[in-house]
């Protein structure tokens, strides 16, 4: 398609017409509306998938995501269904030869991020997830501090996502078989992410965590509404450490509800041999000249995360563009996940082969 002049605008379809549907890609998608049409919305509740279709004058519904996929003569999809639905959407979507975005995790375990990663390999489409911290620009001005060479070499990090009291009281968040766990999977994942992104996503070589479920499984403040504490399945807090193998290691921390100061805390810090950062906001901190210096940054670029991932999917989709989150990027923090949480209930550390 390089160098071919593209008449028609690129068709996506929309899997789920929940929060971060209405919330982020139909928005994001109609911002781009000169390059890009919203051709179909599905949802398993046809009543949702019609009131979605109304609202932003989408002229295809489908209550099933195949349907849609078969029907609505779509290139691209976004996968907005919680977890367990994931990889289903995804390598049927590719295998009728859309692209897709995902919303993270990836998965709901490494076998079905690696049999994502396959089908998008084999469909020769782009597979990306939704993790638009990436796109933040205090993580891309990190990371032009770090290719650099401003930090060295960085063999120690931590990733947290802790919150005070901050356990969803919407969707499917709090439900284990749905989401496939709680803290860690939901919004520890986002800076486990960044990190590893930052840090060039090593191979993992072990991995040591720990999950808790103390005030997710009682009622209390709800500072995101009133969760459904009666059936809460999944940690309310859950800590880890994973080892590289290249040396490197990674302290993650994260909580949806714990008795600390802050409501919350997302943070990616990093650690290398000639200098360490704080992600957000941007802080450098080396030792130059005989001196330890800090740099600030009184000037950053100042663009949505959520615009810049979807100019980015759809630039992709057309041509002009590469993801900047890879298939095979998912299966390793899948690999992670997985294991934090296999070892947590296994009370040892879980050697990653
Ligand atoms: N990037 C972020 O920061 C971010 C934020 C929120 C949610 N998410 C992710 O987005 C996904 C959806 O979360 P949400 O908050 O929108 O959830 P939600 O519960 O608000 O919406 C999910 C929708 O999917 C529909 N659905 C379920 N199974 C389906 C199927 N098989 N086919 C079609 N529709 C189906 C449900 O009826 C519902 O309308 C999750 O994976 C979540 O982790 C990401």
């Given at each position: ?274 200098g ?9 901190y080396q030792e130059k000249h005989g001196s330890l210096i800090d740099i ?58």
């Amino acid at each position: 398609m390089i160098g071919v002049l593209r008449l028609t605008k690129l068709k996506v379809g929309i899997i789920g017409c929940g929060g971060i549907a209405q919330g982020v890609h139909i928005p994001n998608y109609l911002k781009l509306h000169k390059t890009v049409e919203i051709a179909a919305v599905c949802d398993v509740s046809m009543e949702r998938a019609k009131a979605c279709s109304e609202k932003y004058h989408i002229k295809k519904y489908f209550s099933d995501f195949k349907e849609m996929i078969d029907n609505a003569d779509i290139e691209a999809v976004s996968v907005c269904v919680p977890n367990k639905f994931h990889a289903e959407a995804t390598i049927y979507a590719l295998h009728a030869g859309c692209h897709v975005i995902c919303e993270k995790p990836p998965a709901i375990n490494v076998q079905e991020a690696k049999e994502m990663a396959n089908a998008a390999k084999t469909a020769g489409k782009i597979l990306t997830y939704g993790f638009h911290y990436r796109h933040s620009n205090e993580v891309q001005a990190i990371k032009r501090f770090i290719e650099n060479n401003e930090l060295g070499d960085i063999y120690a990090a931590k990733s947290v996502a802790v919150r005070r009291r901050g356990i969803p009281g919407w969707g499917v968040f709090t439900n284990k078989e749905l989401q496939g766990g709680g803290s860690i999977i939901d919004i520890g994942v986002h800076m486990l992410d960044t990190t590893l992104y930052l840090m060039g996503y090593p191979e993992p070589d072990m991995v040591l965590g720990k999950t808790y479920q103390k005030l997710g499984n009682r009622k209390g403040v709800g500072l995101m509404g009133e969760w459904d504490w009666e059936n809460f399945s999944v940690e309310d807090m859950g800590r880890g450490m994973i080892i590289f193998k290249n040396g490197a290691s990674i302290i993650l921390e994260t909580a949806f509800a714990a008795n600390v100061q802050k409501d919350e805390t997302m943070q990616v810090s990093l650690m290398g041999d000639k200098g360490g950062a704080d992600v957000f906001p941007v802080q450098i901190y080396q030792e130059k000249h005989g001196s330890l210096i800090d740099i600030h940054t009184p000037y950053l670029e100042d663009k949505d995360y959520y615009e810049l991932e979807f100019e980015r999917f759809v630039n992709g989709c057309l041509n002009k563009d590469t993801p900047i989150s890879k298939p095979e990027e998912g299966v390793i923090l899948q690999q992670i996940i997985d294991a934090l949480y296999e070892s947590s209930y296994t009370g040892e550390a879980v050697k990653i082969k």
